[in-house]
């Protein structure tokens, strides 16, 4: 292992330069007339890339192009940005809350409420300080939510909201609830202890002698807040969900240029002192956060980045060192550091039909829901809902329980026991369904929701458990989606 010396730079050194030279951020609507320039330059830290990275994704903003530089101490970066729609940034107030949750990023942590433009539904994005926090991971088993959530609810825990992922017979889970009658969090410390009990003999029952699992409940705690996302990726990585992935390594630049695989590089820059990665795939919402996120948590730093897309792919280049200031040099560290970025860029990729739900919210909707789509024969490969006042949204990702196209008639028996709206069935991008004897999904998409729209392997799932050097990349940009 190759290691780059650096100075020692005393922590209240670093905060004396944030107060000295405090965090900038320019919103550039000038120079171009189809994408906003959003510029910031500050002292760096371990990690501002991501917690920009984040804060941009979590307002739904695309990233068509950023250019990354951090070294000197000092970290600049420009996001060409735009709303979902394509659009350039124009809204007054959207604009200023960028300005100041940026720069309040750097010291305290976005507190500012969100501008009224960007009111949405409850979905999870952020452990919550009013709420007590489940996570739950372990092998993917069928059934598990279902259980999961009804012992909840026999508990008198309310759920407010929940995210889950399933990659390679894994699955990570983040549930939020409050009292069930007295709101707010549960605080207790035996009721606690009596919760976490009753949880952890269920996931025990669906787990096998040595494997892996894990069950905690987590009180609110201000000021040390972690991204859910984020949050299952770091559950995920834990779980060693990696360990089965493999890139497409074969072939020269003309192969790599048309085939649509996961691609990982990963070479010496010595003159520099720093290893290259290269990573390319197809593009999709919130690539670049979840590449981010693996570098960030396994102890790398970003000193320069390039990121872009042509078509549907993308290209993301990344000049980094580990935190001590060492290189990769062994083939192990290469070879792990490649199964970590392919497996957080296939966490997210969904599998079978979508279905976007909208309900009253109440107690007991989540272990209802699942125990409808479990004996209705349907797996959840991915979930996010979250309550917004008195209503309940979410999506849920479903096949039937072998990954065949889930049948449209469950689906519809789903909505008739438990009296959810529907509001759209829509496949996964990209997936394709095993051969299946069941009715056309287009079916059940004009009964549940008068029209149908077509949004990346089928698999059995959680089961009901729920849920560029710089240069060279400087041209031909378009857009890698946050």
Not at 134 to 163: K, N, Q
Request: glycine residues 6%.
């Amino acid at each position: 292992m190759k290691t780059t010396y650096q100075p020692y730079i005393d922590p209240e050194y670093e905060s004396l330069i944030e107060r000295i030279y405090p965090p900038r951020v320019c919103i550039d609507n000038e120079t171009y007339q189809d994408r906003t320039l959003v510029k910031a330059d500050s002292a760096n830290k371990h990690g501002i890339l991501l917690e920009m990275v984040q804060f941009l994704t979590d307002l739904d903003l695309v990233i068509s192009k950023s250019y990354i530089s951090s070294d000197g101490g000092w970290f600049m970066d420009v996001f060409h940005v735009t709303d979902q729609l394509g659009n350039k940034l124009t809204d007054e107030s959207l604009i200023l809350y960028i300005q100041e949750a940026l720069c309040a990023n750097r010291r305290r942590g976005v507190s500012k409420e969100l501008p009224t433009c960007l009111s949405r539904e409850g979905r999870p994005r952020h452990v919550s300080t009013d709420h007590t926090a489940l996570e739950i991971a372990g092998t993917d088993r069928p059934g598990l939510l279902s259980e999961i959530s009804a012992v909840l609810f026999e508990l008198e825990c309310h759920v407010t909201a929940a995210m889950a992922w399933t990659h390679n017979t894994r699955a990570a889970s983040i549930i939020y609830m409050e009292d069930g009658f007295r709101g707010g969090p549960i605080t207790d410390p035996k009721r606690l202890a009596h919760v976490l009990e009753q949880l952890e003999n269920v996931v025990e029952a669906h787990h096998g002698m040595g494997e892996r699992r894990s069950v905690r409940l987590l009180a609110p705690a201000p000021g040390q807040q972690t991204h859910t996302e984020r949050r299952l990726h770091q559950l995920m990585y834990a779980n060693i969900d990696y360990e089965p992935c493999q890139g497409c390594n074969g072939g020269g630049a003309a192969h790599r240029n048309n085939c649509t695989k996961i691609h990982v590089f990963i070479e010496s820059c010595e003159e520099k002192g720093y290893s290259v990665v290269n990573v390319r795939s197809r593009d999709r919402p919130k690539l670049l956060f979840d590449t981010l996120c693996a570098l960030t948590d396994m102890q790398y730093v970003v000193f320069h980045a390039a990121v872009s897309s042509k078509g549907t792919m993308a290209d993301q280049e990344y000049f980094i060192r580990q935190e001590d200031g060492c290189t990769l040099e062994t083939d192990n560290e290469r070879h792990k550091l490649t199964q970590s970025l392919i497996a957080a860029i296939e966490r997210r990729i969904t599998h079978g039909l979508r279905l976007d739900i909208s309900s009253d919210n109440r107690m007991g909707l989540l272990s209802d829901l699942t125990r409808a789509l479990r004996e209705n024969g349907l797996s959840i490969s991915s979930a996010e809902i979250g309550a917004n006042g008195d209503r309940a949204v979410g999506s849920f990702y479903v096949t039937d329980a072998s990954g065949y196209e889930a049948n449209p008639q469950a689906i519809e028996q789903v909505r008739k026991e438990i009296g959810v709206s529907i509001v759209a069935v829509n496949k996964s991008p990209g997936w394709t369904p095993k051969t299946s004897k069941s009715p056309s999904v287009a079916s059940i998409s004009r009964t549940s929701s008068g029209r149908s729209i077509n949004e990346d392997k089928p698999r059995f799932s959680l089961g009901s458990l729920f849920w560029s050097q710089l240069e060279r990349l400087s041209n031909n940009f378009s857009s890698i989606r946050s």
